[in-house]
Structure formats: structure tokens, C-alpha cells
């Protein structure tokens, strides 16, 4: 995957913003059975590699786009255990909160 593929750019943003380094793979996984949760939201599993070989992953949840703006609202808020948010444009359609 490169940077143009959207699961890799909102991998990157994630990993600079939790300061995991450089990365070099991202492969979407399905979540396993019973990861789901109850709510029914669609979920992917970020399986990332970084530059020096380490490996982990992210949970990211697919957004309406009124879900997102509550989000947001509470991360502008300093509010405690709210998911990050990735705006937009900097990680394209698939804004997810991880």
C-alpha cells in the first residue's frame, strides 16, 4: 500500500499522532467474530509494519458524518475517552475514529 491508498493514509496519521514511527506496510483485516461489539458498527483492523520492523495495530470505525461532528465537538472539548478523530482531509472518505 502507499500513501495514495486511504487505510495506509489513516494509519500514517495515527502512528505520528501516537508517535509509533514511520511506517511501511498497512494490510485491513476484518475484525475476528465477537470483536464486533453490539452496536452493529462497521470495523477494520489496521495491521501495520514500521520502518524498524515493529509491528501493531489500529481498530478504526467507519463515521457518519454526524457522528464524526459530535466527535469532534468532544475532542475540541478536552472531553476524556473520546476516540481521536482524523479530520477529513487529511485522511480522505474513510475518517474513522481508533
Given at each position: 500500500?502507499?500513501?495514495?491508498?486511504?487505510?495506509?493514509?489513516?494509519?500514517?496519521?495515527?502512528?505520528?499522532?501516537?508517535?509509533?514511527?514511520?511506517?511501511?506496510?498497512?494490510?485491513?483485516?476484518?475484525?475476528?467474530?465477537?470483536?464486533?461489539?453490539?452496536?452493529?458498527?462497521k470495523?477494520?483492523r489496521?495491521?501495520?509494519?514500521?520502518?524498524?520492523?515493529?509491528?501493531?495495530?489500529?481498530?478504526?470505525?467507519?463515521?457518519?458524518?454526524?457522528?464524526?461532528?459530535?466527535?469532534?465537538?468532544?475532542?475540541?472539548?478536552?472531553?476524556?475517552?473520546?476516540?481521536?478523530?482524523?479530520?477529513?482531509?487529511?485522511?480522505?472518505?474513510?475518517?474513522?475514529?481508533?
Amino acid at each position: 500500500m502507499s500513501m495514495a491508498d486511504p487505510f495506509f493514509a489513516l494509519a500514517a496519521v495515527l502512528a505520528e499522532q501516537m508517535g509509533r514511527g514511520e511506517l511501511r506496510t498497512v494490510q485491513p483485516l476484518p475484525m475476528e467474530p465477537g470483536e464486533e461489539g453490539y452496536s452493529g458498527a462497521k470495523l477494520v483492523r489496521l495491521r501495520c509494519v514500521y520502518a524498524g520492523g515493529e509491528t501493531g495495530s489500529f481498530v478504526c470505525k467507519y463515521t457518519s458524518p454526524a457522528e464524526r461532528a459530535a466527535l469532534q465537538a468532544l475532542t475540541e472539548q478536552g472531553r476524556g475517552y473520546t476516540p481521536t478523530l482524523i479530520p477529513r482531509r487529511r485522511a480522505g472518505r474513510r475518517t474513522a475514529g481508533a
